[in-house]
């Protein structure tokens, strides 16, 4: 069955979201609705479908969201009053609080595992015999190179 909207063939793209062709370029329908209403989408933003049902690309089920943001929420993260506090760890998959996952301050974002599953995952590399010899080869250069600095001083 082919669909079309306001003249419009309607098709669906790899990732299942309804599609139209406009000046011989796809657009996905939920953001060509969007930005009719609203204007050109901003850069680093994203249109989230509020009930999940990328077939429904109606304007009041459509919303502009950070792309950070997006992502996070399809994750499974919990918001709070604006902030975020909960995420599922990619491990054990249990929801926990922000403060249960290390931060990486380069990346700006806590890590994927909880502390626990990141611990039991650290000392379970470490163990494998391939990576012993290369821990003991970083901790006999880190300590020879901390000695050395100690010692000028």
């Given amino acids: 069955m082919i669909t079309y909207y306001e003249g419009f063939k309607v098709w669906y793209s790899k990732k ?11 657009i996905y329908l939920h953001v060509w609705v969007w930005e009719r209403k609203n204007g050109n989408k901003p850069k680093g933003y994203d249109i989230h479908h509020k009930d ?18 997006h992502l996070r929420l399809h ?25 249960d996952f290390y931060y990486v301050k380069t990346r700006k974002i806590e890590t994927a595992l909880c502390k626990t599953c990141h611990n039991k995952a650290v000392t379970e590399r470490n163990q494998r015999p391939e990576n012993r010899e290369k ?4 901790k006999r ?5 901390h000695y050395a600095t100690t010692i000028k001083r």
């Fill in 141 to 145: 250069n880190y300590y020879r190179e």
């Fill in 52 to 69: 999940l049902d990328k077939s429904n690309y109606l304007l009041n089920n459509l919303k502009v969201m950070l792309h950070s943001d």
């Fill in 16 to 26: 299942g979201y309804p599609c139209i062709w406009i000046n011989r370029k796809e």
């Fill in 75 to 99: 994750a499974g993260w919990i918001r709070e009053n604006g902030a975020w506090i909960k995420k599922p760890c990619n491990k054990c998959n249990k929801v926990l609080l922000l403060k």
């Fill in 135 to 138: 821990l003991k080869a970083y």
